[in-house]
């Protein structure tokens, strides 16, 4: 599991292993938009993002909560 700041944003990543032994990313990014609000949005990654080892899934998963919010979230 992943859970870093961007931008002000805080980026969660967490991996499930797969049924092949392979390793997918979750990723969860969100901001505090006023004292009592919180903006959160689950993003969703392409099926074929499967990785060999759950550092590299987490990785990767970072690195798409980073663009997302890059782009403009």
């Known amino acids: 599991?992943?859970?870093?700041e961007h931008k002000?944003?805080?980026i969660e990543v967490t991996?499930?292993?797969?049924?092949?032994?392979?390793?997918?990313p979750s990723v969860v990014v969100s901001i505090d938009r006023r004292s009592a609000e919180v903006f959160t949005?689950?993003?969703v990654t392409p099926p074929d993002w499967?990785?060999?080892t759950e550092e590299e899934s987490d990785e990767r998963?970072?690195?798409l909560g980073v663009?997302?919010?890059?782009e403009g979230g």
């Open 1 to 4: 599991m992943i859970e870093r």
């Open 8 to 10: 002000g944003w805080t």
């Open 15 to 24: 991996s499930h292993e797969t049924d092949k032994g392979k390793w997918r």
């Open 41 to 43: 949005r689950t993003l």
């Open 50 to 52: 499967v990785f060999d």
């Open 61 to 63: 998963g970072y690195q």
């Open 67 to 70: 663009s997302w919010i890059d």
